[in-house]
């Protein structure tokens, strides 16, 4: 494109010298005056009468000259400069077109289309070369989908072992305890053999379960971490699979429910639900230790509320609750509390639940009430 810059100012120089050159050779084109020697003043002074005639008439002749060279060069110079044009509108431009393309797709750009021009002498190679670029961002978002698709099924592949290897540390913790409770009874030397054989066997089994899980969350965490959306579909769910997941989770110690859900229809994600009860629960089995009471409310039910289609569920531990400064942050991604310094954990938790719920179509509230209390709205159909 530079050359063809320096060809325009060229030919424009060009011109203009040619200009000069030819105004030049006609001013040199003049008539010469010679006065005759031997002439009387009378005859000399009609000599110059005459001689100022011609004069001026070629003078007229000359300026008429002069503006019809112009008009011509006027005429060359527009021409020149058409064709010019001609050529940077049907095959500089397109080329320039395809350049500027060319960066954008080195760029990763695969969305801007090239203008389909089959005028000009490569029309066919430019539309050839769309044709990459859109083959391009096909595959490239191909390559997306299933990235995407990898990285969620890894998250949900790591959720879905967290559950029995946290069953298999309770397991051992209990079978532990019992025989720990055993040794410090009468027991013969074989028994007791066999108990610290056993013993010793959990505590193994124990410590692999822990590396396990922990290796399971740095995966599911770094996995999120990449994702840029996480899939939720959404589908119409019997409302008593919810109290279920609540009563499956005898490992979090003891669960109450105050009520039984109401028995509809709502619209919720299974997996995503499963793991926001399992994170709640979870949590609050961790950091309180305490009875955890689960209540269902049906919010169309209440007067003046009949535009609220939601399920309300509110699930509250005993426990010292969060400080008041602490709030509004433990819903944020990797945020941990002062009380979790000696507690295991990424600061996940309390984020993939609202995140979850919100995906839903739901909500969720947390607050301290004597405990710390979370309440879920699930969507009902």
């Not at 919810?242 to 429910?257: M, P, Q, S, V």
């Not at 709030?327 to 944020?332: A, D, R």
């Not at 839903?360 to 209390?373: A, I, P, R, S, T």
């Amino acid at each position: 494109m530079k050359s063809y810059g320096k060809l325009v100012i060229g030919y424009i120089v060009l011109m203009a010298l040619l200009l000069a050159v030819m105004i030049s050779l006609f001013a040199f084109i003049r008539p010469e005056s010679l006065t005759p020697a031997n002439y009387s003043d009378e005859e000399l002074q009609i000599y110059k009468d005459v001689w100022n005639g011609i004069n001026a008439s070629f003078r007229a002749e000359e300026l008429q000259r002069i503006t019809r060279l112009v008009v011509v060069w006027l005429i060359l110079f527009a021409t020149g400069l058409v064709f010019l044009l001609m050529i940077w509108l049907r095959e500089l431009r397109p080329l320039r077109e395809l350049r500027d393309l060319a960066q954008e797709i080195a760029k990763g750009n695969l969305d801007v289309a090239l203008p389909m021009r089959r005028g000009v002498y490569y029309g066919d190679f430019t539309e050839s070369f769309d044709l990459m670029r859109e083959e391009l961002r096909r595959s490239k978002q191909r390559e997306m989908e299933a990235e995407h698709a990898k990285r969620e099924l890894v998250a949900e592949l790591s959720h879905d072992l967290k559950t029995p290897v946290a069953t298999i540390q309770a397991t051992c913790e209990v079978l532990e305890l019992s025989c720990r409770k055993k040794l410090e009874g009468e027991l013969n030397e074989q028994q007791r053999k066999e108990l610290l054989n056993t013993l010793e066997k959990s505590e193994i089994i124990r410590s692999k379960a822990e590396t396990i899980g922990n290796l399971v969350q740095n995966v599911f965490n770094a996995t999120l971490e990449d994702m840029d959306e996480i899939k939720i579909g959404v589908t119409e769910c019997d409302s008593r699979r919810i109290e279920a997941w609540f009563t499956n989770l005898k490992d979090y110690g003891n669960i109450i429910l105050d009520s039984h859900i109401p028995e509809c229809l709502v619209s919720i994600d299974p997996l995503r639900m499963e793991q926001v009860v399992d994170n709640i629960v979870g949590n609050s089995y961790k950091y309180a230790g305490t009875d955890i009471r689960v209540s269902f409310e049906d919010l169309s039910d209440r007067p003046g509320k009949d535009n609220e289609r939601y399920i309300r569920i509110t699930v509250r531990d005993s426990g010292p609750g969060i400080p008041e400064e602490e709030l509004p942050l433990v819903s944020e991604k990797y945020y941990r509390g002062a009380n979790a310094k000696e507690k295991k954990g990424y600061g996940l938790g309390l984020y993939l639940v609202k995140r979850y719920m919100e995906k839903q179509g739901g909500g969720m509230e947390y607050y301290n009430d004597h405990g710390f209390v979370v309440e879920l709205l699930v969507r009902k159909v």
